[in-house]
């Protein structure tokens, strides 16, 4: 009963939130938290839950938008067959990387996808009569739903937090799930997940391509938002930014995206601010917070509740991953 | 020589080791037996300072060792064959027996000389001398972990299971190394599940069970115990 | 025709494998003796370069001065950032462990890009431009100049390794580490020295290569994917095999830029990273798998 009051207000303030905020500014900040807490789901999953150390998502996340630029642009397809397109591109992509690489272990998996993102880097800024080279591509037409038009911010808002509410669903589902027992299981000990009768190998491939697809997914909203794609939006140093989000959110905490995504948009506006120490403040933090804090803020909100918990001499069931902190 | 005085050890919340006292006199082979988990190991580990007790002390020719680092500890002439040999396995025979005299600074004649003692105790050493030591048999591993330790110019050596994985042949010659190392007047504290050879080779010995000593004497006093027999010589030994 | 060509491919690739050799030791050393992939040795290369810059053009000091500086310099940093962040971070998980050292990079390449400014700069000639021509083959002098020192680095460091009783002991350490300290080995100072002389054969390889190329605050990440993909060639955690990758790599890389596309020149290194680390994750001069990963 209580978690449903606070679900409805939840739901009110997001809704009204748009309506608060005048300023086009504000409201596209607001539109990129809810695209990062996309990226940053799809970056949880594999990384999270299935602990393989992605440096390359920002390659899905480009994969993504080219391909609903192009069929936007040379096919004169609309939104949604767009983002399905995207999505299963996106698939494609994530089984076709995943198969072979996956079995490669700990920080060597890292690096193949840092190899990765660059070869596609590369290819998007070379394959120019599809990608248009290092121009990229423009004039993709705004998302538009049944002849609804999303061409203001506020519009887009709204189709974006419709969007990311079914993907957290569906993330949610996914973790709380026996799924998702599996999957922390094959994080926490390949080798007696595979004992149990796991195959591990397959869960992980699933697992990479559902988070590839969720990257590209953004990938189409991104193309469809600016209108505009080019092979420097998807370097590695992107990658990092994801999975940063999730470090600073908690890796393996179902909101961690959300906190995530909040924090890193809101500050990188401020960083703006300060211009060339930006990205040195960047590098600094991520060393301190690997430091100070590992399990991310949503580590402390966890401790902060079981401590809540505690007072009230209620037991508390721990969530996943709260004993890693002690 | 070493003497242990009711030292408490604890790895995290577990105490491993309660209230031990032992003491190892100048020229004398030691040796303590006990089951799997006894706490055997952890006492090697504690007189070379890799475990440090929450109380008690250990002391060498009168000094406490707990409060030195572990390589200041190998300086005063305590060197150690650790369980599982733990040899170097890329570096050839001859540079992981140098490695014994790593913290002997200067005094190059003596080390020549004692190189040279340990290749006539091994000569198998002298004859692998180029080969990475990974390439080393079971027991040519211990007589290369027992040969490094000796290059320490050690005054009490530590014996951490050396007949483990051996087989009987092998152990009785290792056995026989032990007594030629204590005939040059180093004192000897092995530490064994092979209760029979180390006691039939031993001066005095210890009993370890959970963590505390609970029964000690000479090595042929208690080769006559008959809970000794029961419990870690088994049948075969009484008939 | 083609083998003259073919050699001078070689030749050519031989100068820059030397650079990606020096890189590549950086990472074995740490991989090897703790297990650590340090992200930033490219930042380590590019502060190498910068350093250069910095005592011979700013400075006025000699270039042998300016090596010398520079080196212990970044060694001294890379020593730095091993007591202030490693040491607590190692033991944890090994993603930790990799994105610190990523955030070191990306710390170290926008501090150095506050202090000599994100525009390109172009180091002088210190070399003789000569250029040899020996039987239909071209080489400049620079080349061999610093194929030259990079290889004489690289033998000296190995002398020490194997020639003396601290190398001994660092060797080691980085095989057992209880064991080493039990045979009286100072970890800490094993630790430093492999910090400290990953950091500083990165920053000899940056500053070697300064007068060939142009140098900016971002160019670490390119040289950091080079190194590591050397390193993996001739098997990661392995000198020699560094070595070895580094030249590999050097020659492979201009083969494929004469031969088939100079756009698509990094895309092939990547691929073959990825297909080495697929199909021969051991480099390609172990027989055995290395089991540690």
């Known amino acids: 009963m209580k978690k449903n009051i606070s679900l409805a207000i939840l739901a009110i303030v997001l809704l009204v939130l748009p309506l608060l905020f005048q300023s086009r500014y504000t409201q596209h900040i607001l539109n990129m938290i809810l695209i990062y807490v996309m990226l940053g789901i799809s970056v949880n999953l594999i990384f999270g839950y299935i602990g393989a150390l992605t440096l390359g998502q920002a390659a899905f996340f480009g994969i993504g938008a080219y391909t609903a630029a192009i069929i936007s642009t040379k096919l004169g397809l609309s939104f949604l067959p767009c983002v399905l397109c995207s999505a299963v591109m996106g698939c494609l992509a994530g089984f076709i990387i995943g198969i072979p690489t996956l079995r490669l272990k700990g920080p060597y998996f890292a690096i193949a996808t840092i190899g990765l993102n660059n070869i596609i880097c590369i290819i998007f800024l070379n394959w120019e009569h599809l990608t248009g080279g290092a121009v990229g591509i423009s004039g993709i037409p705004y998302a538009s739903i049944l002849g609804l038009q999303f061409d203001t911010e506020r519009k887009v808002y709204f189709l974006l937090l419709v969007s990311v509410f079914l993907i957290f669903l569906l993330y949610r589902n996914m973790i709380s799930s026996h799924y998702g027992k599996v999957m922390i299981a094959v994080r926490d000990n390949e080798l007696a997940a595979s004992a149990m009768g796991i195959d591990t190998a397959k869960v992980k491939v699933i697992v990479l391509a559902i988070s590839t697809t969720i990257a590209a997914i953004a990938g189409a909203y991104y193309a469809h938002i600016t209108n505009y794609v080019a092979p420097d939006a998807f370097p590695v140093m992107e990658s990092i930014t994801f999975l940063i989000i999730i470090v600073l959110g908690g890796a393996g905490f179902k909101y961690g995206p959300i906190y995530g995504a909040v924090v890193v948009v809101i500050l990188n506006e401020y960083l703006q601010y300060f211009e060339q120490f930006n990205m040195l403040i960047y590098g600094v933090l991520i060393m301190i917070l690997l430091l100070f804090l590992p399990s991310g803020i949503a580590g402390i909100v966890e401790i902060a509740k079981a401590k809540y918990y505690e007072k009230k001499k209620i037991y508390y069931l721990k969530e996943v991953g709260i004993d890693e902190m002690k | ?239 | 025709m083609i083998t003259s060509l073919l050699s001078q491919q070689i030749i050519s690739g031989i100068a820059i494998g030397s650079i990606y050799a020096l890189i590549a030791l950086s990472f074995s050393l740490t991989v090897r003796a703790l297990n650590v992939i340090h992200f930033a040795q490219g930042e380590f290369f590019m502060l190498g370069a910068f350093g250069a810059i910095s005592c011979y053009m700013l400075l006025g000091l000699p270039f042998w001065l300016a090596i010398i500086i520079t080196t212990l310099v970044v060694a001294a940093l890379g020593i730095a950032l091993q007591w202030v962040f490693y040491n607590k971070l190692w033991k944890s998980h090994h993603v930790f462990l990799l994105m610190s050292t990523q955030g070191t990079a990306i710390a170290l390449a926008n501090g150095a890009m506050l202090i000599w400014g994100p525009d390109a700069w172009r180091f002088p000639k210190i070399f003789s431009e000569n250029v040899y021509k020996i039987g239909g083959l071209t080489i400049p002098e620079e080349m061999l100049w610093i194929s030259f020192f990079a290889i004489l680095i690289m033998i000296g460091f190995n002398i020490f390794l194997y020639q003396t009783k601290y190398g001994m002991g660092f060797r080691a350490a980085a095989q057992d580490r209880e064991t080493a300290q039990l045979m009286g080995v100072n970890l800490a100072v094993a630790d430093s020295f492999v910090f400290g002389s990953s950091a500083g054969l990165g920053a000899i390889g940056g500053l070697l290569i300064a007068p060939i190329l142009f140098i900016t605050p971002y160019i670490g990440p390119i040289f950091t994917i080079k190194g590591f993909t050397a390193a993996i060639l001739g098997g990661l955690g392995s000198i020699q095999g560094a070595i070895f990758g580094g030249f590999l790599l050097g020659i492979i890389e201009n083969i494929v830029t004469f031969w088939i596309s100079s756009t698509y020149k990094d895309a092939i290194v990547f691929l073959i990273l990825i297909l080495v680390l697929l199909i021969k994750p051991s480099g390609l001069l172990q027989k055995k798998t290395i089991e540690k990963v």
């Open chain 2, 1 to 239: 020589m070493l003497k242990i005085n009711k030292i408490n050890v604890f790895y995290g919340n577990l105490q491993v080791l309660r209230d031990v006292s032992l003491n190892i006199n100048k020229g004398e082979v030691v040796a303590m037996i006990g089951a799997n988990g006894a706490g055997k190991t952890t006492i090697i580990k504690t007189i070379s300072g890799i475990l440090k007790p929450s109380s008690g002390e250990v002391l060498f020719e009168g000094e406490d060792l707990t409060k030195l680092k572990i390589p200041k500890i190998t300086g005063k002439g305590i060197a150690q064959c650790p369980e599982g040999r733990r040899i170097f396995p890329q570096l050839t025979v001859e540079e992981n027996l140098l490695m014994g005299s790593y913290t002997r600074n200067g005094d190059k004649a003596g080390k020549t000389k004692d190189y040279e003692w340990v290749n006539s105790l091994f000569p198998i050493l002298a004859e692998r001398r180029k080969q990475p030591a990974v390439t080393l048999s079971g027991g040519e591993q211990q007589m290369l972990a027992m040969g490094r330790a000796l290059m320490a110019k050690p005054k009490l050596m530590l014996l951490d299971e050396p007949s483990m994985g051996l087989a009987p042949m092998l152990v009785k010659s290792i056995y026989d190394i032990v007594k030629t190392i204590n005939a040059e007047g180093i004192s000897v504290f092995v530490v064994e599940q092979n209760a029979f050879m180390a006691l039939n080779h031993s001066d005095r010995a210890y009993v370890l069970e959970s963590g505390k000593i609970v029964l000690s004497g000479t090595g042929k006093e208690l080769l006559d115990n008959s809970e000794i027999k029961n419990f870690y010589l088994g049948k075969k030994v009484e008939s």
